[in-house]
């Protein structure tokens, strides 16, 4: 590994660099709808296609899938940085697994990926119920995952010798979900080329060569969604950022397509972007927020595989649905992330998880997808039962996150409910209710159908409830 302060290109990767602004810059000129500055950028809306989405696929796989190791609770695919710090876990485990002049580039020839199958995953995708597939197109390693003209540094050319993100997007697209290979180069921690600690290396060079890549991802693949990540380390103002969304918006204009952006374009999360980000933070998320926003997380406590992370670590099938209920109820998607193996496989238990999420969602999707936040996001009922609420096309959703152990559930009410009809979501079963001093009691059955979280619809009149409807 080169020393933490260097920067430096080869020859090849400057004449690339040179070629491929030289063919942009010969393309066709279009006309400019957006332009990088807050007075354009910040008009642009958020589409209805993924505040409609609720649910979408994460996918960290890449070199760092080989290793696949780190302490528990920590992130896998960080390897390739914690490898080389004397001082860390990683360090010790790489030395005595692999050997200490065993560097990162060594890896790349064990990822072969022999067991990978694209329409597989985007299957498996689809029967968990996701709309939209966010693999990384790049993650902090530098290392691009498609057949990128920039630098032969990729997995086109190098360990697999597929464009995976090309293949991918073919198979997720055939079955209707919308995709979008993210982007994490705004941090970089190990390339040949741009080795050492971020951000030292940070010049005019490498943010040219970083803007080529995103440019390409976004031309080559029309992402529906452009994921950025690494932001965090310096302002917007020297990554230019607002560039690439200005060409992403005014590229999206010439396709036809409505699209959408996160917030991480540098040191602006929560503040600017068509949704906002959170990641491994949803408990603390306790109130409604008005700007869309996107929960991401593992299954586990890492992104990337990590065979050092026991089934323990891992959320239950019920935990996920009801984490992806509370999500929903608060405006936000949940973006649950996948790690697969270096091999292409992913691990059964991850599997089975996804099923069971895909299992409930046949039956209760209807209070989740397409759905918008009421008024209020959560109660509780006089029973102690936790409640969340969704709403869509003159129905509220009225969803136990657990199975009521009481025949009743009374929970304050301040809106007249003389014409409502309460029914299960599950069965259609009609339920009985009383309104009596600002207080809605409902009869539930002797045995709730389903499992993991217990949907009821609500409708009336729909004057009644959509005066306190978002």
Known sequence: MKNGNTFSFSALTVLLLFLFCLQTSIQPVMAQTWNPNWDSILKHETPEWFRDAKFGIFIHWGVYSVPAWAPRGMYAEWYPRYMYQKDHPVYEYHSKTWGEDFNYEDFIPLWRAENWDPDEWADLFKRAGANYVIPVGEHHDGFPLWDSGLTQWNAAQMGP???????????????????????????NY?????????????????????????????????????????????????????????????????WGKEVAVNDRWGQVRGIFGDFFTQEYEYDVIDQLIDHKWENTRGMGQSFGYNSNEPEEDYMTVTELIQLLVDNVSKNANLLLNVGPKADGSIPEIQKNLLLGIGKWLEVN??????????????????????????????????????????????????????????????????????????????????????????????????????????
């Open 190 to 254: 190990y390339t040949p080329e741009y080795s050492g600690p971020h951000p030292e290396y940070i010049n005019e060079n490498y943010i040219e060569f970083m803007h080529a890549k995103m440019r390409e991802i976004i031309d080559l693949f029309e992402p529906d969604i452009l994921w950025l990540d690494g932001d965090w380390v310096q302002p917007l103002e020297v990554f230019r950022t607002r560039e690439i969304i200005a060409y992403y918006y005014n590229r999206a204009e010439e």
């Open 161 to 187: 010798e597929r464009d995976l993100i090309a293949e991918l997007g073919e198979s997720v697209r055939a079955l209707g979900m919308k995709y979008g290979p993210s982007y994490h180069g705004l941090l």
């Open 365 to 470: 999707g209807d209070a989740i997808y397409g759905t918008r936040p009421w008024f209020k996001a959560e109660a509780k009922s006089t029973q102690g039962d936790d409640i969340r609420f969704t709403w869509k096309d003159g129905t509220l959703y009225l969803m136990l996150m657990d199975k009521a152990e009481t025949q009743s559930i009374t929970i304050p009410w301040v809106l007249p409910v003389e014409h409502a009809h309460i029914a299960l979501l599950a069965s259609g079963e009609t339920l009985n209710w009383t309104l009596n001093d600002n207080n809605l009691t409902i009869e539930l059955p002797d045995q709730l159908p389903g499992e993991h979280v217990y949907v009821l619809t609500i409708s009336d009149d729909p004057g009644y409830l959509m005066q306190r409807n978002r």
